[in-house]
């Protein structure tokens, strides 16, 4: 096996060992909102940093949980662009759009926030909010650097 199919093989093992890339344990992160006004991607940076990632929603159970954490403010979570992903590259059935949105207004809207209403919307991702991040349930081998 020559060195170059080595590595084909290293990865094709990588990639078929973590199929569902965040998504294996739906209901069992951990949420927890930072009350600090940051941009998407310093925000993600944060929860990274800080915790797993950038919030992650697969669910109603999961959506509930992340409305409980906070009361009249707009925040970050971490589903951007499209075609729309999770922060660590995933894709997911579960959205709570609001019913104009995902609208690109301007052509520059590329990342969600949740609302005071708790519907989503997609939004500028320079603009500063607090955010949603959790702990749990992301392989770390599925997270990547992403540009926005
Ligand atoms: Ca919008």
């Not at 990639?15 to 998407?40: D, E, F």
Request: proline residues 5%; aromatic residues 12%; charged residues 20%.
């Amino acid at each position: 096996m020559t060195r170059f199919s080595q590595l084909m093989f290293f990865h094709l093992v990588i990639w078929v060992s973590s199929p569902s890339c965040g998504s294996a344990l739906p209901g069992q992160k951990n949420y927890t909102l930072v009350n600090i006004r940051m941009t998407w991607e310093d925000a993600r940076s944060y929860c990274r940093q800080h915790y797993t990632d950038l919030a992650m929603i697969e669910d109603e159970t999961e959506d509930s949980a992340v409305s409980s954490l906070y009361p009249g403010a707009h925040v970050w979570i971490g589903l951007y662009r499209e075609p729309w992903r999770w922060s660590d590259g995933s894709h997911s059935n579960f959205t709570n759009w609001q019913s104009t949105s995902p609208d690109s207004y301007g052509q520059n809207q590329h990342c969600t926030r949740e609302q005071t209403t708790y519907l989503w919307n997609d939004v500028p991702c320079i603009d500063k909010l607090p955010f949603i991040c959790h702990r749990g349930s992301h392989d770390p081998q599925c997270q990547r650097q992403l540009t926005i």
